[in-house]
């Protein structure tokens, strides 16, 4: 299981897609924003603007990193063979499925970390000890109900649409979610769809913790709701493509 | 137990270290058994079905293949075939019978413990060749080692050692993507060695290659074979399987349609 994990790990990190947009990506936007809105005003969740942006983009940099090492990869890796080959080797299925879920958490940290990073060299962000450890514990569990959900969408989805699916979705959910613009600035239907999306749950547990603040039950719910759903929904689809060997 | 007529008129030919070429001989395991002792396959009226209501993908099939062997078995598409070499390599379960593999039920196994005894027991390839694009040759060899828990640098000493046998020693840094066919059907074998299985499963291993690569890679298996490599080949080409392995099981419907091996087929 461990050198499963490395093997994946490295691939992981090594994928120019996820370079791009799980890393590259957030910390430019993040750059963008508080360059684009100034970087001392306070917005709608009475943060400061670069740590209430710094907590959307390390949302939005995790989502990516969770979803690029499972959705498309999975379903790459059913077209090439590589699922059915997997099967003939020591590795157990659920040695297997955990794996892809594990290496899809994994590779969300260094995405979180190096926004994190670059919030504190740009902007000098602030937050205690147990604050930074808290806020990263609650954003990485959040993104669990994500990789799940790119899981499901690996094992169902075929190779030519599992990427621009997983795109779009990710799109949908960093705009939708408020990761782009604040929740106060949306027509009120918005807000309500908003914080239904997984994403603005993670998002919300972040601005909780930097705000000093016990994260919110509903926010909680929200994402306890849809680690049940994803979680569902990934086993159903690997059993409905690992249970019978191809012939 | 074991003897010639059990297998059929024709004994198995390639019988362990009486033929191949010394380097091919090197990289094969120590056989466990030979002509006159126990079958490596033994399955006893297995039946697979997917769904309760359609009919059996394997039909209460029994048949033995003894260590050091190369079987075919051949058959249409749906007829069973490649169902049959699942259950043998334990990734399917019967729904009904034994499958018993170097004495062990893996029918009866756990998931842990098929695990181990694909570990132990079984490499696999197939038409498409499974390879990681996104890695070279070397680490795509040395994968199986690595999720067995064997040590890098033995593994390195291994993967090095079959890829120097099998032909693709210079080409052990490049990506799949820039070998011919023939050459990634080796990259496959060369993986499916790595852990020194004593059963080679081959699932149309020539089916994606032409002429030219086909028959290397039916000489590549034959010479395996000859080292003592037992092997155990799906295959549409009735060419590959008459020269190349020692028994031919016909499957249609999902029973044992006619064979050299008829014998030993109930």
Do not use: C
Not at chain 1, 19 to 39: H, K, N
Not at chain 2, 12 to 31: E, K, Q, S, W
Request: zero cysteines; charged letters at 15%; a positive charge.
């Amino acid at each position: 299981m461990t050198g499963f994990l490395a093997l994946e790990l490295r691939r992981s990190l090594r994928d120019v897609r996820y370079l791009i947009i799980a890393v590259a990506m957030p910390i430019g936007l993040y750059l963008l924003f508080t360059g684009l809105f100034g970087a001392h005003g306070q917005r709608a969740q009475g943060l400061p603007q670069p740590v209430e942006l710094m907590i959307a983009m390390i949302a939005y940099g995790a989502m990516w990193a969770v979803f690029s090492a499972t959705g498309p990869r999975i379903a790459h890796e059913r077209t090439i063979g590589w699922t059915r080959q997997l099967r003939v080797t020591p590795l157990s299925p659920a040695a297997a499925l955990s794996g892809k879920l594990l290496t899809a958490l994994a590779a969300a940290l260094p995405a979180m970390a190096l926004v994190a990073l670059t919030a504190v060299v740009s902007h000098h962000v602030h937050l205690s000890a147990t604050q930074w450890l808290a806020l990263f514990a609650a954003m990485w569990a959040g993104v669990v109900p994500l990789a799940l959900l790119g899981l499901a969408i690996g094992y169902l989805a075929g190779d030519e649409i599992a990427f621009p699916l997983t795109m779009a979705l990710y799109f949908a959910l960093g705009a939708l979610g408020g990761l782009w613009i604040p929740l106060s600035v949306m027509p009120h239907v918005m807000q309500g769809l908003a914080q239904s999306l997984p994403s603005n749950g993670v998002a919300e547990l972040g601005w909780r913790i930097a705000g000093g603040q016990a994260p919110v039950p509903k926010a909680v719910l929200v994402l306890t709701v849809w680690l049940l759903g994803s979680a569902a929904a990934a086993l159903l689809a690997y059993r409905r493509r690992g249970t019978r060997s191809a012939h | 137990m074991y003897s010639p007529n059990s297998f059929g008129a024709d004994p198995p030919t390639g019988h362990p270290r009486d033929g191949g070429t010394p380097l091919i001989a090197a990289i094969i395991p120590a056989v466990p058994g030979g002509p006159g002792t126990d079958a490596l396959i033994r399955l006893d009226e297995v039946t697979k079905r997917y769904d309760s209501d359609a009919a059996p993908a394997v039909d209460g099939v029994s048949l033995q293949i003894a260590p050091g062997e190369a079987v075919a078995v051949m058959g249409p598409s749906g007829s069973g075939k490649s169902t049959l070499l699942n259950m043998i390599a334990g990734l399917d379960r019967p729904t009904s019978g034994t499958v018993t593999v170097a004495g062990q039920r893996i029918d009866a196994l756990s998931e842990t413990g098929v695990a181990r005894f694909r570990r132990q027991q079984v490499g696999m390839i197939f038409q498409f060749f499974n390879l990681l694009d996104d890695l070279t040759v070397l680490d795509n060899v040395l994968l199986p080692a690595q999720l067995a828990g064997v040590g890098r640098g033995q593994a390195r000493a291994r993967a090095d050692e079959l890829l120097q046998v099998l032909a693709i020693g210079p080409h052990r840094h490049a990506y799949p993507a820039r070998l011919s066919g023939g050459q990634r059907q080796r990259v496959a074998i060369a993986r499916a060695l790595v852990n020194r299985p004593a059963l080679l499963l081959a699932d149309e291993p020539t089916g994606a290659l032409d002429t030219a690569n086909g028959e290397q890679i039916g000489e590549l298996l034959l010479d395996l074979n000859r080292s003592g490599q037992t092997l155990v080949v799906v295959t549409h080409n009735p060419g590959l399987a008459a020269r190349y392995a020692s028994r031919t099981i016909h499957v249609a419907d999902g029973r044992i349609a006619a064979g050299a091996g008829a014998g030993a087929l109930r």
